[in-house]
């Protein structure tokens, strides 16, 4: 459930959010601090991995959208 970029959370989005649903509640909050403290991205992007993995964005298509305009740092 690792990941370092945008890029590599969206190759691996369905993987991780099919591992992240079976997360007990306690887990889900502790993941929740290891997206929110990845250094790598800005809190735009962190922001719409959160809401694919809760089931906001079902599609992922702003999850995409956003990776159109994301540059690594």
């Not at 945008?6 to 991780?16: G, Q």
């Not at 964005?57 to 305009?69: C, K, N, P, S, W």
Request: overall charge positive; charged content about 25%; hydrophobic content about 35%.
């Amino acid at each position: 459930m690792k990941y370092y970029t945008y890029e590599d959370f969206c190759k691996y989005r369905y993987a991780i959010k099919r591992l992240f649903n079976l997360l007990s509640k306690n887990g889900k909050i502790f993941y929740k601090y290891y997206v929110y403290a990845n250094i790598h991205m800005n809190t735009t992007c962190k922001d719409r991995i959160w809401d694919f993995l809760n089931g906001y964005d079902e599609t992922g298509y702003e999850l995409m959208r956003i990776a159109r305009f994301y540059k690594s740092m």
